[in-house]
């Protein structure tokens, strides 16, 4: 592989992969966005670990994530591709605020129509 070492911060360290001509980064709570140029195609792996939820949105389009040595997250890339989106929505969670917002929704109407009577 042909990566060097770009800085570290705190405990992590942000490499760049030589085959790209440059690279820009957002990470936020489960939400990392990458800007790239390339032109070849490669495999960008994140130094994330994979766990089921993950999804990849690259230039708008979802694709399929790849587990990289049973631990990290990645996704092929196009020579074209300029920007990645990895989200983590864990289906769990989703599922989990549905019937939250259902309860709510339902404890209110009943309330409403309690007081109304």
């Given amino acids: 592989h042909n990566f060097f070492e770009v800085t ?7 490499y760049q992969n030589l085959n790209f001509d440059g690279f820009d980064y957002v990470v936020e709570p489960n939400n990392i966005k990458v800007t790239l140029k390339s032109s070849i195609d490669g ?14 949105i690259v230039d708008g389009n979802q694709r ?5 040595d049973n631990l990290f997250l990645a996704v092929d890339l196009k020579p074209k591709d300029r920007e990645v989106v990895f989200k983590f929505r864990p289906r769990l969670f989703t599922i989990g605020l549905a ?6 929704i339902s404890s209110l109407l009943f309330i ?3 007081n109304y009577r």
Avoid: C, H, N, S
């Avoid at 399929?64 to 990289?68: A, D, L, R, T, V």
């Fill in 43 to 56: 495999t960008l792996v994140m130094p994330e670990i994979y766990y089921p939820g993950w999804v990849a």
């Fill in 8 to 14: 570290k911060i705190d405990d992590l360290y942000v």
């Fill in 112 to 114: 409403i129509r309690k």
């Fill in 64 to 68: 399929p994530i790849k587990k990289i």
């Fill in 99 to 104: 019937i939250t917002m259902f309860t709510i």
